[in-house]
């Protein structure tokens, strides 16, 4: 079977029944493979994203006005200096804070070729297959990491390397899937092999154990955002208006909180979590 062709879950044979802890939100498929498993993950994931990002032609950001309201606005004001971008490809998500910027450093397998962002130097690293940050401790400012951990079979590790790399007293502010995003078992349109959604109580217990305090948590990205972006063709996320009328919605607390969908009603909820996150001065 061409890499194409195949699932995550092509990398762990279970049955259904072994299956159903995952499909829960019990367990975070991928966090404990093997070194071989995580490598064969890395493989079929390593250009996906990019294929997808750049195939249409047209590539534009599309989430300015979600990060403003659910991120940047919350860092202290001031310089920020070193900033780290998790899988940030061009760079854009930088943009509303690039003034206050140094530097920029992007961690991203795709081929992307930008050296640097309206006078901004952009420095490009290639990812290691088992998720190390090849980075001095406390090397960054600013660490962003926007939808990025759900493409990655061992998140602790990459959390915790995110951390390290973190001045004491910097800020991450990470996005995340926190629904299965379909069944993984099998190939799904529009999505790269093996990514899934976080579990929320996973990542938050994740982020609890590895030292983050979070300043805030938001979920966002309702349902019917995603269908409003299809239907008029347009970066909704990039207008103020209409994430602000998406946080409403999604912080309604009548909403099913299953992880993995299996009817209609219970899709009917925020897919994504918004996290503010700071390393403690030590």
């Keep these: 079977m061409t890499a194409k062709g195949r699932s995550g879950a092509d990398l762990l044979r279970l049955s259904d029944t072994e299956m159903e802890p995952y ?8 966090d404990d493979f093997s070194s071989r498993q995580i490598e064969q993950w890395f493989q079929l994931e390593e250009q996906a994203y ?9 590539y534009q950001y599309g989430y300015h006005a979600l990060n403003q309201r659910h991120g940047f606005r919350w860092l202290p004001a001031g310089r920020v200096g070193r900033a780290l971008g998790m899988g940030s ?5 930088f943009l509303p804070v690039l003034q206050r910027l140094d530097s920029i450093t992007i961690v991203d397998p795709g081929a992307f070729d930008t050296t640097e962002l309206e006078g901004v130097p952009i420095r490009r690293v290639m990812p290691q297959s088992d998720g190390a940050l090849p980075f001095p401790d406390g090397e960054f400012d ?15 590790l990459v959390v915790r390397e995110i951390f390290r790399c973190l001045r004491p007293g910097g800020h991450a502010l990470i ?10 078992r099998s190939p799904r ?12 109580g996973i990542f938050r217990q994740i982020l609890s154990q590895t030292g983050f305090r979070i300043l805030r948590e938001r ?9 409003a972006i299809r239907v008029t063709k347009k970066r909704l996320l990039n207008s103020r208006s209409f994430v602000a009328l998406d946080e409403l919605l999604s912080r309604l607390p009548v909403w099913p909180q299953r992880y993995h969908a299996r009817t209609r009603w219970q899709k009917i909820r925020p897919s994504a979590v ?3 996150l700071r390393r403690e001065p030590d």
Aim: proline share 7%; with cysteine; glycine share 14%.
């Design 23 to 30: 499909l829960r939100g019990e367990k975070l498929y991928g």
């Design 50 to 58: 990019f294929q997808l990002a750049t195939g249409c032609g047209d």
């Design 89 to 93: 490809a061009y760079g854009h998500e």
């Design 142 to 156: 600013l660490v962003t990491c926007f939808g990025v951990l759900h493409h990655i079979p061992n998140v602790s």
């Design 175 to 184: 996005r995340e899937p926190v629904v299965s995003m379909g069944d993984w």
């Design 189 to 200: 349109a529009g999505l790269t092999p093996c990514e899934r959604g976080l579990p929320l």
């Design 219 to 227: 979920k966002c990205v309702f349902p019917l955002t995603g269908i």
């Design 274 to 276: 918004y996290c503010v």
